[in-house]
């Protein structure tokens, strides 16, 4: 009796693995649709002859229990796939698709149909898109994430984004999109990160963006903003919140309600700003760890920056403080260095330079260099830089973070790093946490691909990554505008020359030679009207 219960059970048990087998296999209207994208695409991967279970191994698709393809995730980089494709009619066959992702050598606009993608929950399509951004995506009312960044959309953002109201992310950096902000985007209130960046943007922020009071990053950087911050942004009560208004034409004083916002990153630098913004600075300001505040018209009053945990020297332009300062207060921190010369640091108490590693000059005790160097060198700095967790280290857009720093020129971790590598370690993803590099120059015996996450170090002027080093060329690469020399040779990339490196103008100088790239040189790369040198692939 035993033995047939058992005989039983093996029965079932092959019974149930045979119907599960069989109910993986890909929908046959789906199959048919995958097809008709292959062929538009020019897909070579997906080979019915050979696989003809669509979710078993076609590279890019996932399926749901039953059978009803629910994700496509493609990258056109790196394949044999070089030539620039419209993006097709046929995507919208997948009337179950919840995630599309679409990377790569992609031209036209988008297609009516993916507005019976029904169940569509993330999309993400870049890059070499035009056009304007279409108003039927607002139909897509299950999205939650949608990234259109980088393309070539033009026109205004059209305000029916407004009713994507579950929305977390919305990215449409690096296009060409002009007018104003729409004031319905105010109604994405489950909005926790917008990227706006980069493109043509003009008018004022609208207020009704402080709605989103959890967001953890708004970016708004390098458009043609205009008209002042609003003061309704004091509502922001994230304490890991990144705020990005630089590169814009805002004018007027920073609202005091600003000071009372939970941000943990703040930019306003390169605007038009005026008015006293000591403010923002205090001692109960234990959320705000970084601020941009250059190239405005700001004028200083009060300077206070006590007890904290800032290290390096005072910069010079510290002696230019205007006569009517009131208050200037470093005490406490652990600056080390002679105080700049100026008449009105001379007038300071000591008391506002006490207690730091080793400041010296007036108004305290002559400088003895020999004693101050020796406790400099010891003390001035952590005796090693302590990084954010890798984890923060991902696909969307991070800002720089440093847990203590400096709050003047001089840089809370090194402006430039150089490694010779003996062993063979994994790409160095801790970099991506020194933010305000400008130098960076890897030799020997690297593997794997350059993170993406390389982006964060906006300052880099230089960067020089050899040898070893596999995967794409990075599309991130395009987002460190101030590069001047770019060096990728004497490694094993693959794929095509990413197309973004044309956003880099001011570049001099660049290298790829020696790696196993394909493809055509992109057209884009005739804006790098700056260099001097450049070496291609295979020309050493």
Known sequence: MDSKASLLCLLCLFLYLSISSAAILCNLSDRKALLQI????????????????????????????NGRVNSLIYNLYGTEVQVLQRLPASLGGLPFLETLHINGNLTGTIPNSIVNLVNLQSLQLDMGLSGPIPNFLSRLTKLTSLDLSPNSFT????PTLGRLTRLTYLALYDNKLSGPIPE?????????????????????????????????????????ITGSIPASFGSFKNPKMVLFLSGNQLSGPVPRSLGQAKVYFLDLSSNQLTGDAS?????????????????????LRYLQIENNEIYGSLPKQLGQLPLNLRGLDVSNNHLCGRIPTGRRLKRMSPDAFANNTCLCGV?????????????????????????????RIGTQRQPPTVATGSAFSAAPAPESLRLTLISIPTHPTVIADLP????????GN???????????????????LNSGLTGPIPKSLGRLKRLISLDLSGNIMTGSISSTLGQLTGLTYLDLSNNKLSGSIPDSLVRLTALNRSTCPGTG
């Open 155 to 158: 026109g205004s953002i059209p």
């Open 446 to 464: 690297l593997t794997e691909p350059i993170p993406g996450s390389i982006a964060n170090l906006a300052d880099l002027q230089a960067l020089e």
């Open 279 to 299: 403010f923002l600075f205090g001692r109960n300001k234990t959320w705000l760890e970084i601020i941009y505040l250059d190239h405005n018209t700001f004028k």
């Open 363 to 391: 108004p305290l005790p002559p400088c003895n260099v020999i004693q101050m160097r020796r406790r400099c060198s010891s003390r001035s700095r952590p005796s090693s830089i302590q990084p954010t967790s890798p984890s």
């Open 184 to 224: 319905s985007l105010g109604r994405l209130t489950r909005l926790d990160y917008l990227d706006l960046s980069g493109n043509f943007l003009t008018g004022p922020i609208p207020a009704s963006l402080s709605r989103w009071t959890n967001i953890s990053q708004l970016d708004l950087r390098s458009n043609r």
């Open 436 to 443: 305000f590099l400008q130098s960076l120059h890897i030799h």
């Open 38 to 65: 292959a062929k538009d695409l020019s897909i070579p991967d997906w080979d019915p002859n050979t696989t003809p279970d669509c979710c078993a191994i076609w590279f890019g698709v996932g399926c749901d229990t």
